[in-house]
């Protein structure tokens, strides 16, 4: 099988044998499966897209936002394969997988987009975690990371309600099409943890939407931050949304529920100040959310835990059936907060990179 042929660099995939994988799915899949390459400019790496059945429920499955935040791609790709298989895909539920948001910061092994065009007014108030210290109101969008100077481009969190980076307008505009019910934004994050004896390394940290008050700073802050260009269409498109804010809320809570009560290891709610990004621009344009930061606690840059389908499974089970929705929201405050410090990201080595081609993949 042409797939084992990947297994063993399954981590650091390039973007040439992610592509390869991708257009293999349909001649072995049992499902209906249908990929897009979408666009991102000259001299740029296409975006995978890989809609998995027909069902009139549609879930989006997006990783690697952040290029080097590798384990997030690995899991989008890893559910993939599973969802291919026989009698895998629950009935009535369509998912679409772009387990690589970000290609051309993975090819060249940064956190950004590598898009060395510097826009008219590089600061803008926006989401991001990555906050200018000496003013803390105002955020980077595009910029250079002062300790890995390749680390350059737009960071694609900030960039969803705006046209500045080619990836976020690409992938919008196939969300726009795909129109999902619900999101999953998928993230790494290294942790001050120690590391688990029995090899379960990953914490899933969870964060979505809290209250409708905040879906209302959340759609301002969105249309203040649209371009001129967009921000027309924007603001229609946020007026003639017909769903309730709760609903939104609701449902972004349940979804945090879910994977709280069916995945087996330890779960914490992630600090609401890194709530950014693809998530909030989608709860707040009526797509319920959730962020999953997969967390660990090792000196390598990601995991060497391989992550795994059956962390989502379940919920997607519940969002086909419909049982997502007898799921008391409140059940999402008893998640408890994470305990352990963020560390910052890591530039990736030349070492870490032949770690993560030697890296044997298994499920
Ligand atoms: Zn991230």
Redesign the pocket.
């Known amino acids: 099988m042409r797939m084992r042929a990947y297994r063993k660099r399954w981590l650091w995939l390039p973007n040439s044998d992610l592509e390869e994988w991708a257009r293999d799915l349909p001649h072995r899949a049992a499902s209906r499966v249908a990929v897009r390459f979408l666009p991102t400019g000259k001299d740029r790496d296409s975006i995978v897209a890989i809609e998995i059945g027909a069902g009139a429920r549609r879930v989006a499955v997006l990783g690697q ?2 290029a080097e ?1 590798l384990n ?1 791609g690995v899991l989008a790709r890893n559910l993939v394969e599973r969802l291919i298989e026989p009698g895998a895909l629950p009935e009535g539920l369509t998912v679409c997988v772009y387990p690589r948001v970000n290609p051309t910061g993975h090819r060249l092994g940064i ?1 950004r987009n590598g898009l060395v065009v510097k826009p008219p007014g590089d600061h803008f108030a926006g989401f991001t ?1 990555e906050r200018d210290p000496e003013n803390p109101t105002m955020f980077d969008a595009w910029g250079q990371n002062p300790t890995n100077p390749a680390d350059v481009g737009f960071n694609l ?1 900030a960039c969803w309600s705006r046209d500045s980076a080619p990836e976020t307008v690409a992938v919008r505009q196939d969300l726009d099409a795909f129109m999902p019910h619900f999101a999953f934004d998928l ?3 290294r942790l001050d943890k120690p590391v688990a004896s029995d090899g379960d390394q990953t914490l899933l940290g969870l964060i979505w939407l809290t209250s409708s008050s905040e879906k209302s700073r959340l759609e301002r802050a969105i249309v203040k931050n649209s371009d001129v260009a967009t921000r027309a269409d924007k603001l229609r498109r946020l007026s003639e949304l017909s769903i309730p804010p709760q609903h939104i809320v609701e449902h972004s809570q349940r979804m945090a529920a879910s994977i709280a009560e069916s995945v087996p290891r330890e779960i914490a709610a992630f600090p609401r100040s890194i709530f950014t ?1 693809l998530g909030p621009y989608l709860a707040a344009s009526g797509i319920p959310s959730l962020i999953i ?1 997969l967390g660990y606690g090792t000196e390598t840059p990601v995991t060497t835990e391989v992550p795994r389908a059956a962390w989502l499974e379940p919920t997607l089970t519940q969002i086909a059936r419909g049982t997502i929705e007898e799921i008391d929201p409140r059940q999402a405050l008893d998640i408890s907060v994470l305990r352990y410090p963020i560390l910052p990201h890591r530039p990736m080595s030349a070492m870490d990179r032949a770690r993560m081609a030697g890296a044997r993949h298994s499920r």
């Open positions: 936002v952040h935040e997030g956190r975690t969190t993230h790494g994050a990004g930061e």
